[in-house]
């Protein structure tokens, strides 16, 4: 619902006109307004959102773990009544004595991760109350008002340094996807309008077909009357008017699938009829390998994945070295603590307490485990890197190949627009000789099937120009036509 009055008011902006016949909605809208509605209320663009938006928050999270986290934790109501197992500490017997207590604890602490060093600082203030029932009955408060700590582990991967590398680089390409998400909807937008396109054409060329046949059957008759026709030529026509009837059918069908595949596409529910406008100006554009190159590297996420694989071997990489030889980490303790029967006594006369070590984990004999994983994690490295060169050379190889293909639709939309004006006279002429006796049946078919397939060719030759330029567009994400980079409003739906 979100974007409902967004659409309204694109319809108004653009002028749509709305014209209700019962049930029925028209809509009058252009390839750019169709490829608008697609990136804005079609399934596939609601999805693209969702998808950035489920990595701007994992971005968000990443952020999050370098800022220090205030927590609060507590265990309230802890009763026990149970029997424990005691030992003399003079005979070493043991005993079962009754247990008969309620504990009670609160603690509230601040924790800080470092980023240069991966270690963690932490502040902490905590009180705890212990109530004795049996054998005896008391109560104590043990209170720490204050404790630091400091973890800091030694020769480990840190994690910290390398997600701050890999995590802005990968809600980067999280962002330059999602920017080609909606280019490929544009993408398919276009194809879809362009089948509507040729679908209403057939059904136009249908209809013409039949009347044109009948105007040319009336006349056939009028001549096989009086002899100037042979009967072979009036069955051809009267065979190829049935023909046009049952055409009409298929093409009628075939368009309103089209129609239906389009509309939902689109998000429209209920009855909407579609009238489509073809583009009228090509544009002239003339594409550069060089220049398509450079501006897909450095605008689309394919080199951005191609070095997040590359820094993804890395980290591996040195996770693998630091898990091999000594492992160590320092631990250090300085806080303030007391305890008394009382909340004022637990805070008085505070005593000191300061707590530091150093563990260590040697591996003596681990039959070349750390060792082999280090060979596997830099043999897989370097496997990502000849992938990645492979795979860029066969990606630029694709984009010269659109490129060449490109460049030549231009003029083949030119020569087609001259073929069609062509085969729409040749037909005129043939069918005026055809009305005065001068032209067969069979060569008047001939020049309106060629007038018909030059008319299909025409608007098939203009579609693939489209359908090419937006290809090459989502590779490099860059307008050639208005000569600018593409760009969407992604500050809007991430809210940052």
Partial sequence: MKFLPFIFSFFFLVKITLAQDSQKVVLNLSMDEVIELAREQSQLAVMARHSLLANYWQYRSYRAQYLPSLN???????????????????????????????????????????????????????????????????KIYN????????????????????DKIVEPKYFEKAKREYIESMESIGIVAVNLFFNVISAKNDLDIANDNLISTKKQLDIAEQRYAIGTISNNDLLSLRLRYHNSQLEIGDKELLYDMAMLKMTSF???????????????????VMLSFDEVVEKSFKNSSFMLERELNELSARADVKRAESSHGVQASIFARFGLNQKGESLSEAYSNLMDQEIIGLSLSVPILDWGLSKGKIKLAKSREEVIKTQNEKTVMEYEQDILIKVLQFNKLYRQIELSKEAGNISEQRYRIADERFRNGALSVIELNTAQSEMNSAKAREISDIANFWINYFNIQRLSLFNFIENRDVRYNIESITNY
């Fill in 72 to 138: 609060l934790s507590a265990s309230l109501g802890q009763y026990n009544r149970s029997l424990v197992a005691l030992q003399n500490s003079q005979t070493g017997e043991f005993d079962y004595v009754q247990n008969h207590n309620l504990q009670n604890s609160l603690e509230l602490s601040v924790n800080q991760k470092i980023e240069l060093t991966g270690g963690q600082f932490s502040i902490l203030t905590k009180l705890n109350r212990l109530d004795q029932f049996s054998p005896i009955s008391n």
């Fill in 143 to 162: 209170s720490q008002p204050i404790n630091i700590t400091y973890l800091q582990p030694i020769n480990s991967f840190n994690t910290l340094k390398w």
């Fill in 266 to 284: 689109l998000g429209f529910r209920g009855d909407v009829h579609l009238n489509l406008e073809i583009p009228k100006e090509i544009p002239f």
